[in-house]
């Protein structure tokens, strides 16, 4: 274990970060050295993994494989911003993605929205990794201090036109919901606006 630590914090260039963009895999590998045996990090793109999950692969004295899936791991395809109805129409809403929205509901309930991305993710966005929609609510009147987020996802799919002339954008994938007596009902949350 500890020639294991002591190869990975050996960081040279003889090392290698690859990223798999079909199977969504970023693999990180450490060659054999005297001091410990080759190590292959692979972490993994799983969309339901949104606490990253770790297992050791394999392991033999000349080679070590782990394996974390994570939802972070995950390419967010930039979300086509155009919708067409049935006239062959086309609604363009590529000018709107250069904005980041908030919203407020009530006097305790908003949401940060991105049309057709992710909002950034920095310290000013409650909801860690990629979210197009955080929910939140700001602690104690304050206007700063963000709380209790949720991520409602992000958009896959591109904008639909509907046969009455809204145009709907989905968002999915987001944060755990969580019911029930011991958890029994779970979904990621999601958003149609």
């Not at 190590?39 to 692969?57: G, K």
């Not at 000013?124 to 929609?133: L, Y």
């Not at 904008?159 to 009902?185: A, C, F, K, Q, W």
């Amino acid at each position: 274990e500890t020639k294991v630590i002591k190869n990975l914090a050996n960081f040279t260039d003889t090392n290698a970060l690859t990223y798999s963009q079909e199977k969504e895999v970023i693999r990180l590998s450490y060659p054999e050295t005297d001091i410990g045996p080759k190590v292959n990090i692979n972490i993994e793109c799983d969309r339901d993994a949104l606490e990253p999950q770790v297992t050791m692969e394999s392991g033999t004295d000349r080679l070590i494989s782990f394996r974390f899936l994570t939802v972070e791991a995950c390419l967010v395809p930039p979300a086509q911003c155009q919708a067409r109805n049935s006239n062959k129409d086309i609604y363009d809403l590529s000018e709107l993605r250069h904005e980041d929205w908030e919203v407020s509901v009530t006097d305790e309930l908003h949401y940060s929205l991105k049309v057709c991305g992710s909002l950034p993710v920095t310290k000013e966005n409650p909801c860690s990794g990629q979210t197009g929609i955080c929910t939140f609510r700001y602690k104690d009147n304050s206007t700063s201090i963000k709380t209790d987020p949720k991520s409602l996802g992000i958009m896959y799919k591109r904008p639909e036109v509907l046969e009455n002339g809204d145009i709907r954008l989905e968002y999915s994938h987001g944060s755990l919901h969580v019911e029930g007596e011991n958890g029994t009902y779970a979904c990621n949350m999601s958003a149609e606006i």
